[in-house]
C-alpha cells in the first residue's frame, strides 16, 4: 500500500500530520498561488453577482466539501481501520466494492427485457410500446439527479449518499411491482422512472467520486473499473430475469430485486470513506494536481543536524497541473463547457436510445426469441463492461479528448452501417415445393 507523501507549509518545513484531528495546521494555503483574473472571467462574476438566482446557483456548485468525516473519524490515511478494528484499510479495497455498486444498479442496461411482459400484464399486448417509456423517465431522472445533487453527494460522503440512493432504488422496485399488479402504468412510471431513477443517479455517483479522490493518480482506470460493473450488471440480469420471471411472476421479480440490491449495496457502503483533506498519492492531490517536487535536505538547528523534505521550484509541466482552477461561474458559461456537454451527449444518446428497446428490435425487427432477444443484451453489456474499462485505461495513457473522438467517429461508423439492417420489417422463410424446412 503506497504512503502518502508528508505535507509541506508555505514556510517549507515537513508536516507529517501528527496533530490531533480538531487543528487545522495540515492544511496548507498557497497564497501565491493566486493569478491574475481575465476580463471574460470578470464579466461573468460580476453577471453573477448581480443575479441572485446565479448566485445561488455558483454557491451552491461551489461551496467547499464537508471534510467532517475524513478529519475526525480517519485523521491519518495510515490509521485507518475497516469496522471492527483488525484489518487496515486499503484504498484497493474499494475496487471490488464499487463493481458490486454498480453491478446491482447495471440492471438499468437490462430492462428493456421488462418491456414485452409488463406491456403485456398491464395492457394484454405486447406490442403496446408503453413500457420502453420507464426507460426514458428513469435515464432522464437518472442524470438530472447526478447533476442537482452531486454537491450534496459531495457534502455527506460516500456512506450516506450510497445509503440514500439505494434505498429510493429498491422504493421504486417495490412501488413498479405494486403498479405492476394493479395494471397501472403510470405507478410503474413513478416508481422505476422516477424514484429509481433519482436513487440510480446518487447510487452511481457516490463511487465512482470516492474512488477517483483515492485514486487521484489513476483517475481514468479507477471511474473505469467503477463503471464497467453496469456493463456486468446488464450480463448478469440479462440471463437472470426471464427465469425468476416465470417462476414467481413479473410483480414478485421487483420486489426480489429491490430486496437484492439493498442487502447487497448497504454493506457496501460501510467500507467507502473519503480520504483526509491533504491526501497525496504519487505526488498528486486528491484534486488531481501536481504537488511540487521535494527533495531531502540537511539543516542545522540549534546545533543539532535535522533532515526536512523542502519543495523544490517547479518546473513548467509542473506548473502547468499546479496552477489556480478558474472559478465556477467562468467555466459553467465557457465555450469549452458546451462542447464537453454536446460530446458527452452525442456520446451517449445513441446507446441509450438503442438499449431502451434492445430486446424488442431482436424479436420484432430479427424474429428472434426471448431468450435470444435476453442473449443480445447480455453480449451487449459484455462489450459495454470492456468498453468502459478499456477506453477509461487508454484515456490515462493517450488523453480524454483523443479516446472521445476514437468512440464517437466508431459509433458514426456502427450507425451507418447498422441503419440497412434495421429498416425492414423482418418476414420469415417459407417453405419451397415439399421439402422440410431446415
Known sequence: MEEPLPTTTTDGNSNTNTNSPNTNSSITIDETSNLSTSSDNIYVENMVKMNPFLQCFVNYYSSSPNHKESVILNPHYEDIYLPGGRIKFNRWFLFPSAFIVQFCIGSLYASSIFNKPIDAYIFGNPAAGMA????????????TSACLLGPWVERVGPRISMVVGSGLFTIGHFITAFGIHQKAIWEVYVGYGVIGGIGLGITYLSPISCLQKWFCDKRGLAAGFAVCGFGAGAIGFSQSLLPIIDKVGLPIT?????????????????????????????????????????????????????SRNIAEEPTIEDDIFSREKI????????????????????????????????????????????EAAALVVGVNGAFNLVGRLGFAFVSDLYGRKSCFIAMLSIQTVIIATATPSTTSKYTPPTRTGSLPLR
Request: with cysteine; aromatic share 12%; glycine share 6%.
Open 132 to 143: 420502453p417509456i420507464t426507460f426514458y423517465i428513469a435515464v432522464a431522472l437518472f442524470g
Open 254 to 306: 421487483y420486489v426480489i430485486l429491490g430486496i437484492i440490491f439493498i442487502c447487497v449495496i448497504w454493506p457496501q457502503a460501510i467500507l467507502f470513506r473519503v480520504p483526509p483533506p491533504n491526501y497525496v498519492i504519487n505526488g498528486v492531490r486528491v484534486d488531481g494536481r501536481k504537488e511540487a517536487p521535494k527533495k531531502r535536505v540537511v539543516v542545522e538547528e540549534d546545533g543539532a543536524q535535522i
Open 327 to 370: 472559478p465556477l461561474s467562468y467555466a459553467l458559461t465557457s465555450r469549452e463547457f458546451r462542447l464537453i456537454y454536446v460530446v458527452f451527449l452525442c456520446n451517449a444518446i445513441f446507446g441509450l436510445a438503442a438499449m431502451s428497446r434492445l430486446s424488442n428490435m431482436i424479436q420484432d425487427i430479427f424474429g428472434q426469441s426471448k
